[in-house]
């Protein structure tokens, strides 16, 4: 697929554990690992920007595109 995210890389630069993101986010930790592993379809604008502020970066950090 050539969405990669970058979840991982973003919580270990901000020294977050997934189940800190999990209660900020209020979404439950099977659902954040879909997205950690790109295995999600589709992602709310509205989770993406959470996850944002929570981490305080940008979606771009996050998701990125790799042609295949």
Do not use: H, W
């Amino acid at each position: 697929m050539p969405i990669i995210v970058n979840l991982d890389v973003m919580l270990a630069r901000r020294k977050m554990q997934s189940k800190e993101l999990c209660e900020i986010l209020g979404i439950t930790p099977a659902n954040l690992s879909i997205l950690k592993t790109g295995k999600a379809k589709a992602i709310r604008f509205t989770t993406l920007e959470a996850i944002c502020e929570a981490l305080d970066c940008q979606p771009g950090d996050i998701i990125e595109y790799k042609k295949e």
